[in-house]
């Protein structure tokens, strides 16, 4: 394939990588926390505690980015006329299984996304949680072999489809109108904050982005290892690369497996927490990420998923599972890492996942 | 280089049935392969059929036959 082809071919999803990349390097410039330039968990997670649906006071903002992906999305599709209002496929299931792709990624402390910017930011604890990322989704993909399916969405009317991205619309309003009725942390990473309208923009630059791309952390490797294709996963890279070589020029990469920003250095439990958000990625059909684009799309599956996910990081704050980040106390480095009741969840995650997973499996003979 | 080519994309509903359909057209000796659904065919990133265009109607009547429901029948330069 000659280099006009090749480009032609992955240039799109090249491009957004690096627009992912780079509204990651200027968020975190302008405010966000280190290495969380993006973060759909964390993000959906503050977005929780801004409702009051948990408690912890150092992480509550409702994050413009959030909003901004659905909508860019939703404005990117109805352009494309590829807005279909469609839903039916397992959502009982979806929200459970999104519940814990959420406490999988919190106990890690970070979606994959994120993994990826921690990694470009020179964080070698996050390694465990790529291994296990990719442990979860080889998992996930045997599965689909044998012939995994939540089931097929239907058409729905259209108003179905515009319901989330209404939600997102709300969040906005309230935000920008009426703060004195959410929750704003006032230390920690939730008082961590770009400028409202710089996060909305690159919000809305990444939904509109990722919908024409298809970008999708998960289904990125899915396809390499199932369909050997490499086109999804180029973004993976190209936001990686991206967001490297940022911080190397602004001189915010630190290549080091201690004292990274909002990380911990308990391995067996970040590569385990990643497997399970994997692994749930694929029988979801797509990362974190991608279910905000979907929801924007019109797809009220995605909108339960990602719903299941704001309560699963409601959950993992009230009950103490997501991991604490590796500190510094009277100058003796403290490692963090997750709970015991985190740990009991993690595995309680993968039984779950394992029973969602089984039953949704073809008979035998269907499958014959 | 591989010169491209105009073939037929079977879309789906669910992973599950790309699947299915891989499985059947191995055991009937058809010709074909799983890919990611072209972006001009749709914005979900689902798994596709592709195989030679002569072999639609086989195609389709197997997998009418074997109850394997399709989303879509596409021609697409791949």
Redesign the interface.
């Known amino acids: 394939m000659n280099k006009q082809n090749w480009l032609r071919e992955h240039g799109l999803i090249l491009l957004t990588g690096v627009v992912v990349g780079i509204a990651a390097l200027a968020l975190t410039a302008l405010g966000n926390p280190k290495n969380m330039g993006f973060c759909i968990a964390c993000f959906e997670r503050d977005i929780a505690g801004a409702l009051g649906f948990h408690s912890a006071a150092k992480v509550q903002y409702i994050r413009p980015e959030i909003i901004g992906i659905v909508l860019g999305a939703m404005v990117a599709a109805l352009a494309a006329k590829e807005f279909k209002a469609k839903a039916g496929s397992s959502p009982a299931c979806r929200f459970v299984v999104g519940l814990f792709v959420m406490i999988g990624a919190l106990v890690f402390l970070g979606c994959p996304l994120r993994m990826v910017i921690r990694l470009g930011g020179g964080d070698l604890t996050a390694v465990a949680g790529l291994l296990g990322f990719l442990a979860g989704i080889l998992v996930g993909v045997v599965f689909l072999k044998k012939g995994f399916s939540l089931g097929r969405a239907y058409p729905v009317p259209t108003g179905e489809g515009f319901m989330f991205p209404g939600v997102m619309a709300v969040l906005l309003v309230l935000l920008a109108v009426f703060p004195a009725l959410l929750k704003f942390s006032e230390e920690g990473p939730g008082s961590m904050h770009a400028p409202l309208a710089v996060s909305l923009i690159a919000g809305l630059a990444v939904g509109v982005m990722a919908q024409r791309s298809r970008l999708c952390m998960a289904g990125g490797l899915r396809d390499v290892f199932l369909l050997r294709d490499f086109n999804l996963l180029l973004g993976f890279l190209a936001i990686w690369i991206t967001v490297t070589i940022g911080n190397l020029i602004l001189g915010n990469y630190n290549l080091s497996a201690v004292s990274q920003p909002i990380a911990h250095s308990q391995y067996l439990w970040s590569f385990l927490g990643m497997a399970l958000a994997g692994w749930g990625s694929i029988l979801l059909g797509g990362c974190p990420l991608r279910q905000l684009i979907l929801a924007g799309e019109g797809s009220g599956d995605a909108a339960v998923t990602v719903l299941g996910m704001i309560v699963g990081a409601a959950v993992a704050h009230n009950f103490g599972l997501a991991g604490n980040a590796d500190s510094v106390v009277d100058g003796v480095y403290k490692v963090g890492g997750t709970s015991p009741a985190g740990m009991a969840a993690v595995v309680f995650g993968f039984l779950v996942l394992l029973a969602v997973t089984v039953t949704h499996l073809p008979r035998k003979e269907a499958a014959q | 280089?591989?010169e491209k080519q105009l073939r037929l994309v079977l879309a789906f509903?669910?992973?599950?049935?790309a699947?299915?359909t891989e499985k059947l057209c191995h055991d009937h000796g058809l010709k074909g392969r799983?890919?990611?659904v072209p972006?001009s065919v749709?914005?979900d990133?689902?798994?596709a059929w592709s195989a030679p265009l002569c072999l639609r109607d086989t195609l389709e009547a197997m997998l009418a036959e074997h109850g394997v429901?399709t989303a879509g029948s596409y021609e697409v330069m791949l």
């Open positions: 280089m591989r509903h669910t992973t599950a049935e699947m299915a799983l890919i990611s972006r749709t914005s990133c689902g798994i429901q």
